[in-house]
């Protein structure tokens, strides 16, 4: 469940000069959710330009490949 917190969202990453990550979300409750599986040992470390997210874990780093996004809009609302 953690992992999927993780890795199910469209939040952006953006790191500071001393290696911390901000994250930016246009949802705070995607932020909520992203925060409550960090604070939880499952780290979203971002996603480079080869569309690879990057989660960190009490048993290591795992990689994920980004295949499509379900953008939300006013139809699926309904």
Known sequence: MLISLA?????ITEEKENG?????ASS???LALVNFAKY???EYR?????RIMKIKCPDGELLYR???????????KR
């Open 28 to 30: 705070p409750d995607e």
């Open 66 to 76: 980004l295949i499509y996004v379900l953008e939300f809009n006013s139809t699926r």
């Open 20 to 24: 911390d990550l901000i994250y930016n």
């Open 7 to 11: 890795l199910c969202h469209t939040v």
């Open 40 to 42: 939880c040992g499952v």
């Open 46 to 50: 971002g996603i480079d330009e080869n």
